[in-house]
């Protein structure tokens, strides 16, 4: 199985390609900023961050900054407030990631204010890190060499940046709710000499989607799918705490890829997710998705 960081590709092609719009005065370097701040405790000891950069690409923001002493902090995250990656790296090299499955449930992560006038974001964030965001039995583990605790708060300004690919994302109704997510990676296996890629569709929560396709042969169209279909299909998932492991739903639904091309896939999809042990249900409307491939 291949699996592919789409979110550094995103980042390189819109840093390479797009300029910040209009005359934008907002200053990036928080020691020159009289009203920006970015307050950091990293393993209960305070921190001094001296600088920091943020952008805002259509529904997704980067936010980094750097400490005194060289600890580099990461957040990328969407305009509703779902922490997507975040982590730390010491000049040493060492680095602490946040959990990568279920984010929410070790890490606390709130989007106080996105100000789109003044191009300002302010964020709180606390919980725990580790040195392996899969490693699951660490994950949720009391035991306090497993993790380092992080907390504090921003309130910076953004370049406002133009993507390659304007309107990346995905967004569905769960039973009712709003969801959002991106694609942050992909996987692809052979099922019978045909290469099957899944763009795995997350954010901090307990549930995952993945759109299944053909990698060579997609095409426009409208498809309805079950379980037993290998391809043109929405998968579904949701990250059960007791066994600390997806369990996998069955699914039933419709699928309609309205363009297709060598850099995204773009369409709508419904379906009915059952558990398969308890036949619990999970109904996903007005689902809508523009995804990288």
């Known amino acids: 199985m291949i699996k592919i960081k789409i979110i550094a590709f995103m980042l390189f ?12 005065n907002n200053n990036n370097n928080g020691n020159q900023s009289t009203t920006a701040s970015f307050d950091f405790v990293y393993n209960n000891e305070v921190k001094k961050v001296s600088s920091w950069k943020a952008i805002k690409i259509d529904d997704f923001i980067k936010v980094t900054g750097q400490t005194a002493d060289g600890i580099g902090v990461d957040f990328k995250f969407n305009i509703y407030g779902n922490l997507y990656q975040g982590f ?8 602490y990631e946040v959990s990568e499955v279920f984010t929410s449930n070790t890490f606390t992560f709130t989007l106080e204010d996105l100000n789109t006038i003044n191009k300002t974001v302010k964020v709180k964030f ?5 040195e392996d965001g899969y490693d699951y039995d660490a994950n949720y ?14 309130n910076v300004p953004y370049d406002n940046l133009v993507p390659n690919i304007p309107g990346l994302g995905t967004f569905a109704k769960f039973d009712g709710k709003d969801w959002h997510g991106m694609s942050l990676d992909s996987s692809t296996e052979l099922i019978d000499f045909d290469k099957i890629t899944t763009l795995n569709v997350e954010n901090d929560g307990e549930y ?7 990698k060579a042969d997609v095409k426009t169209g409208t498809y309805v799918f079950t379980s037993n279909e290998f391809y043109n299909r929405v998968s579904f998932m949701k990250f059960d705490l007791e066994t600390h492991e997806f369990i996998n739903y069955n699914v039933s639904g419709t699928i309609t890829y309205s363009e297709v091309n060598d850099s995204y896939l773009e369409g709508t999809f419904s379906l009915t997710a059952t558990n398969p042990v308890n036949e619990s249900k999970i109904v996903i409307t007005s689902g809508k998705f523009k995804e990288g491939r």
């Open 13 to 24: 092609i819109a840093l390479a390609t797009s300029c910040s719009s209009g005359d934008d």
């Open 208 to 214: 995952s989607l993945g759109i299944v396709f053909p």
């Open 88 to 95: 730390t790296l010491s000049t040493s090299g060492t680095s």
């Open 141 to 154: 583990s009391t035991d306090p060499s497993k993790f380092i605790p992080v907390s504090g708060s921003f």
């Open 126 to 130: 606390s919980g725990k890190l580790y």
